[in-house]
């Protein structure tokens, strides 16, 4: 199995994400190809001992897609971008799924341009791991791809979710929830009410309506399907609650304990708390839809991060996710199983 | 001033509702009329030393409207509810604000059916107060009234929260900001492509884009404009990130200290962590558009959640909010100055 990383659009410099891409590779067996400025990635290679052209490959791109780019037109005019390298290897078929920490909408622009969609899928979705109480994480898509979504589309959220689940988390038969502003039938608003009426008519394992609030608390179904838009408000919304809390817990705590001992035993707990909830810390969100495996990872990955990125992107190649999805890029015809 | 409180609607019985009516009543010197069951009633009056017809008024109703039923029917068939004789009282200008724990979308349903729009508004909104680190509030608007949204809609909900901003709680000349999914302009769907440049044509503080990530830590704007499907999904998305963290922290807490004195310690910082971020703590969320002053309280309202509720529609009152917004209810011509 080969995974190529874009080394070049995150907010971590390259070298961090080539460790990162170094540890995980050798840790799991897998070639990595990095896209990106050659020099900066061989003298990572050099300095850890390895050589391109083995376990390890360079792909060069002299261009980056920033953080602000104008999605669309960057992919148009930076033709030699290490994201537009990175996804014409896919396309090629030298390797298995991409991983990039750049853009998100200008990995999901770039995808729909060089991969193009599943045939029969109207829209793709970004999938992204929700921590639970419970332990076990759901998935929420979409969380950005498709801002202005039909009812049709998040029927294929769901679809293309559940297929997830199953296929590379191993969940049998998976539960579909939709994320919606009450918990009856009829509630939201009429694109709900439609997706609603779809949905409990389609093959999909449909539990009903999902309330924000219930979520990461408890685990009302395996898949949570939102428009892109609203999606992404969720996603961070709770991320903004998350944060909140821990900085006035933090406060709070200094004050009261009125002595480093308290902060000392509250860093663990702040630690763990974090890592469970962070977005960040929890690796990947699998572009689901387009015509090959392809893995957003958080602008702010660090090295660590982005292993946790390249390991969600294995572990869709391992379970055959293109294959059970219908991608038709050539890679998968051949390794896919 | 009078304050019609509907007590039979919420999660609370009644009794501690009126309670709470009276305390609030006696403590800012004004009236308080209870809309509900009358024996009930009257034998919380009369075991607090009070009685009706002086600074306390009943005004009986013998149907309740229940949490699940269907808003407007349930306005429709039960016109001897305490929340539709109480609208009525509105309507008639017998009080100058109508505050409720019911149902929230039976209290929009049945402010539109009693009072009628303001005139030139084209859909209502609910406003709700979120907290910040900052330490003042800003306030999100619309959360629940109108799931169906055009950019003008969404133009007049800045407009009514810039007047409630600066004339109820005394915000000079306050910012709007738009609750989006990046934070450039055309960032977002279709919808906030078209809000954003409404809202920047107008003669509103307009400062762009904010992201659901940056609020309750930080506090981009006085008001934040969402339709009122996404502005439900992020309140409800921040209390389950919340809800989720505090429960974690209590688990961590008590595994850490292995003993009950962390968790004594602890208390204190959680019930006033809870008391500034809880929705059901903070009192009412005012309904904008509607032809008279209605403030929706949580269901899970109890005593002093309830005279919080009632503290917010007084000030509305006291602001000559109505006039302010261009209600023309009989009570606010004569009272509302």
Same sequence: chains 1, 2.
Avoid: W
Avoid at 199 to 219: C, K, P, T, Y
Wanted: proline share 4%; hydrophobic share 40%.
């Amino acid at each position: 199995m080969r995974i190529l990383l874009d080394v070049m659009g995150g907010d971590h410099p390259p070298e961090e994400l080539v460790k990162g891409g170094i540890e995980i590779g050798r840790h799991r067996g897998i070639e990595i190809a990095f896209s990106g400025d050659p020099e900066r990635i061989e003298s990572v290679l050099a300095e850890s001992g390895e050589q391109s052209g083995r376990t390890f490959h360079v792909v060069p791109a002299s261009e980056v897609i920033q953080m602000n780019d104008a999605p669309v037109r960057a992919i148009r005019d930076k033709s030699d971008s290490s994201l537009v390298r990175g996804l014409g290897e896919l396309k090629a078929g030298h390797v298995d799924a991409f991983v990039s920490p750049a853009n998100t909408g200008a990995v999901v622009a770039g995808s729909l341009f060089s991969l193009g969609r599943i045939r029969g899928v109207p829209r793709p979705g970004i999938l992204a791991p929700l921590p639970t109480l419970e332990g076990r994480d759901m998935y929420l898509i979409d969380v950005g791809a498709t801002a202005d979504c039909h009812a049709e589309h998040l029927v294929h959220f769901g679809r293309m979710g559940s297929t997830y689940a199953q296929e590379v988390v191993g969940i049998e038969n998976p539960t579909v929830g939709l994320l919606n502003i009450g918990g009856e039938e009829g509630k939201g608003n009429r694109l709900m009410a439609k997706t609603y009426e779809l949905l409990r008519e389609s093959d999909l394992r449909f539990v009903g309506n999902v309330e924000a609030h219930q979520l990461i608390q408890h685990r009302p179904a395996d898949i949570i399907v939102a428009d892109g838009f609203v999606g992404n408000i969720c996603l961070k919304s709770i991320e903004g609650g998350v944060s909140a809390v821990t900085s006035m817990l933090r406060q709070s705590i200094r004050r009261l304990f009125l002595s480093k001992l308290g902060a000392l035993l509250m860093k663990r707990t702040f630690a763990s708390l974090r890592a469970a909830i962070s977005y960040e810390k929890r690796g990947g969100a699998p572009l689901l839809g387009v015509n090959g495996i392809v893995v957003i990872a958080h602008g702010r990955s660090n090295a660590e991060a982005i292993g946790s990125a390249i390991d969600v992107a294995s572990r869709e190649v391992e379970a055959s996710l293109s294959e059970k999805l219908g991608v038709t890029s050539p890679r998968s015809d051949h390794h896919g199983g």
